[in-house]
């Protein structure tokens, strides 16, 4: 008589299978302790209509990381990314960054999500009590509002709040030089369109205070056509156009407004425009629209500033969008952290954060700073500027006063009664 | 005057800076009343429909919404006409022709062939998807036609990230159609814009003589009415059907190549064209050629006006205006009853 092997798997191997699997579940801090590498997990949009500017934050986050793990690693041990897809959906950047830590054992976080998922990634990084950097968040309150504030998460990203402040100051200036007194605004249609907008004429109007708006248009995000906003804001006759158009909705826009001639018809202040996705599609960018920087190798112009857009460019084989820089300093203040704390263990680091300056190509004056108190990003390159059709794109960008910013910020807070 | 100060950027002749001005006076009315923004502003709506500036370059700013709407919906009206099916995939075909219109583009330079290559390039593609894929549920239950076009919509999306990239791209204006505007009666029109316009109406033109007068077109309505006695007279209805599937992704291709120098590229960029052109067809009834002209120019005029007189209501308008359709006269303004 013979025996047949049944196929599938072996009772022996089901019995080995299942007590791998128990011993991983019951005793994950074992395998973490004793891994000689550190795991970082990343949350970060990698699929979608935003998916380039998650994939500019996970090429700066690897550029970073190799150096850091080329001189030693941090405190000795060398960094693993573990970098997962969110689809930018807020739910499930969530259930990613709860996985990142409880099964694979990750011990810090590097949150990659837009302001929509990283609310969601802030509470699990509040019920696991694990360090977390934001790394791509500009909305104010995530740091601002103290109900938000929890000791082991830090934003390492521009604020809202600061770009309202030198994006109204400077409209405001330039405003005053040509007596541009009559605005339009055209911003698309969701919070993040009418929170930017509502605070840079708060600031335009603060600054200038003859300033009137005439004219509001308000089009759907990824609308495909702008025809009709553009000839709304033509016969309405502005002296001046601010939007908080980004990305391709930008890029159409320009497009459709070039062959109604309205750049020359009035100043046009583009917030989102002196960022390379968007310089280096549009074909025919019209000279002189003012912009906020985001990432702009020629500022600050310092040697650093300009040899770190290049490395990326040689990587990756394209310009680094605003995301990169923020993701980069991100594993600098990590590294730096680790460095001073002799550790990584997350409660030390998170100490050392705090209050921390290190030297940073992205820093107005060299260096940037992550404030003790709301656990931000501070000191960062901020300024707007006027674009040329070709490399450089924003020639001179003049740089925002920090000192101002820290007033009206601070005002700002008090008057939405964070402090 | 502050009006002097708004000019100071153009570069151009002064005589362009001299119409701008007339531009400005001209409309002069109309701006005094257009100050402010509320949710209903019928002042500026009516302000608007007093000013010739005004009124031509609105009229322009929905003919050309229109128009490209209806080229994307009328190939959307004749497949279902004749093959019975609502293709759900046809913003695919929008798509594809912006593509092709961009990278020929960049390969030749030229505008001409471009826009060849995206009326061509869908028309073949659309043939290849008619007999290989669609032509396999003719007759099927309408649910698995949607499932193999939503299928497609999503195959589409997914080619054309892995053959051109996940990020907008854009073609840019041909340096033809860089030039200041024309002013018609004080209006601001764009010469591309006058092309396409008149691209989009000799296609009309030609479609509407084509299908009511040659033989060719009496088949196709032949076929529409009675596929079984039309295949019994020796026609054979498989290269109808796919010559119409073809026709219908060549129409669609050609409005996203005309789109492509205005309007940024990304994968599902088909999608929110398809929707309108889906209120198109059922504004002008599903089936009928004159009914998507007059649904599409409607639209684009509510677009055009609606956003000056309902600002924050303008996606609305064109949805209540369907539904007052749909209300009034379910089978469309020039739906065949019971077709």
Redesign the interface.
């Known amino acids: 008589m013979t025996r047949t092997r049944t196929p599938g798997i072996s009772r022996r191997s089901t019995l080995a299978l299942m007590g791998a699997g128990a011993m991983s579940v019951a005793a994950p801090w074992v395998a973490r302790a004793q891994a000689k590498t550190i795991k970082i997990g990343m949350p970060t949009i990698l699929?979608g209509?935003v998916?380039?500017l998650g994939t500019s934050s996970r090429n700066a986050v690897m550029l970073e990381v190799d150096k850091v793990n080329a001189a030693g690693g941090l405190a000795g041990r060398q960094i693993e990314m573990v970098i997962r897809d969110s689809k930018g959906q807020p739910q499930e950047a969530a259930r990613v960054a709860r996985e990142l830590v409880n099964t694979d054992g990750c011990e810090w976080l590097i949150d990659g999500e837009a302001s929509s998922g990283s609310f969601a990634v802030h509470e699990v990084a509040r019920d696991l009590g694990v360090l977390c950097v934001h790394t791509c968040s500009e909305a104010s309150s995530l740091t601002a509002d103290p109900k938000q504030h929890i000791p082991n998460a830090f934003r390492c990203v521009r604020q809202g709040i600061h770009d309202s402040i030198v994006g109204g100051s400077y409209a405001a200036s330039i405003s005053k030089a040509?007596?541009?007194?009559?605005w339009a605004t055209c911003s698309p249609d969701y919070a993040y369109g009418r929170d930017t907008t509502g605070e840079f004429t708060l600031y335009l109007k603060r600054f200038a205070p003859d300033v009137?708006i005439?004219?509001?248009?308000?089009p759907?995000l990824?609308?495909?056509?702008y025809?009709?906003?553009?000839?709304?804001i033509?016969?309405?006759?502005p002296?001046a156009l601010y939007s908080c158009l980004w990305?391709?909705?930008l890029?159409?826009y320009i497009?459709?407004a070039?062959?109604?001639?309205m750049?020359?018809?009035?100043?046009v202040f583009a917030v989102n425009m002196a960022d390379y996705?968007a310089l280096t599609?549009?074909?025919?960018l019209p000279k002189?629209i003012h912009s906020g920087n985001r990432y702009i190798k020629s500022f600050p112009t310092t040697p650093e500033n300009a040899a770190w857009g290049d490395a990326y460019k040689a990587k990756y084989n394209e310009y680094p969008t605003n995301w990169s820089w923020q993701n980069a300093t991100a594993v600098m203040f990590l590294a730096e952290a680790a460095k001073k704390a002799n550790s990584t263990d997350g409660k030390k680091i998170a100490e050392v954060l705090k209050g921390l300056t290190i030297k940073c190509p992205f820093g107005t004056d060299g260096t940037v700073t992550m404030r003790g108190d709301d656990h931000t990003l501070v000191g960062y390159a901020i300024g707007w500027g006027t674009t040329i059709p070709q490399e450089p794109y924003v020639p001179e960008v003049k740089a925002g006063d920090w000192k101002t910013i820290f007033e009206l910020e601070a005002e700002w807070k008090k008057s939405k009664g964070y402090t | 005057m502050e009006e002097e100060q708004g000019l100071h950027l153009i570069t151009h002749t002064a005589e362009t800076a001299d119409r701008l001005r007339r531009f400005r006076l001209v409309s002069a009315p109309y701006q005094a009343r257009c100050n402010e923004s509320a949710p209903v502003d019928l002042d500026a709506l009516a302000g608007c429909l007093s000013s010739s500036a005004c009124l031509v370059t609105q009229t322009t700013s929905g003919l050309i919404i229109g128009m490209l709407l209806f080229l994307v919906a009328v190939g959307l009206t004749l497949i279902f006409g004749v093959l019975k099916i609502v293709n759900f995939s046809h913003g695919a075909f929008y798509m594809f022709g912006a593509y092709f219109a961009m990278t020929a583009y960049q390969l030749t330079g030229s505008f001409a062939l471009a826009m060849l290559a995206g009326a061509a390039g869908t028309a073949i593609l659309g043939l290849i998807f008619e007999r290989v894929f669609m032509s396999r549920v003719y007759g099927a239950d309408v649910l698995m036609q949607l499932l193999v076009c939503y299928a497609f919509v999503l195959i589409f999306d997914d080619v054309v990230r892995l053959i051109w990239g996940p990020e907008f791209r854009s073609m840019g204006m041909p340096a033809a159609f860089q030039v200041m505007p024309l002013f018609i009666a004080g209006g601001v029109v764009p010469p591309y814009y006058l092309l396409l316009i008149g691209v989009a109406l000799l296609a009309a033109i030609v479609l509407g003589i084509g299908l009511s007068r040659s033989r060719i077109g009496k088949v196709i309505r032949a076929a529409a009415h009675n596929p079984g006695m039309v295949s019994a007279l020796g026609i054979n209805t498989g290269l109808i059907y796919g010559g119409v599937f073809a026709l219908g992704g060549m129409l669609a291709g050609l409005a996203g190549a005309l789109a492509a120098p205005v309007r940024s590229l990304t994968p599902g960029m088909g999608f929110s064209v398809l929707i309108e052109s889906f209120i198109v067809t059922v504004i002008g009834g599903m089936g009928s050629i004159v009914g998507a002209l007059v649904g599409a120019l409607l639209l684009g005029l509510i677009r055009s006006f609606g956003s000056l007189g309902f600002p924050l209501f303008t996606e609305g308008l064109m949805y209540l205006f369907m539904v007052i359709v749909l209300v009034s006269k379910p089978t469309g303004l020039f739906g065949k009853e019971a077709a």
């Open positions: 699929s209509r998916a380039q040509k007596g541009l007194k009559k009137e005439i004219s509001e248009s308000w759907k990824f609308q495909p056509d025809t009709e906003v553009v000839t709304k033509l016969q309405a006759k002296q990305g391709g909705d890029t159409s497009d459709q070039n062959i109604y001639a750049f020359g018809q009035m100043e996705t599609v549009v074909k025919n002189g």
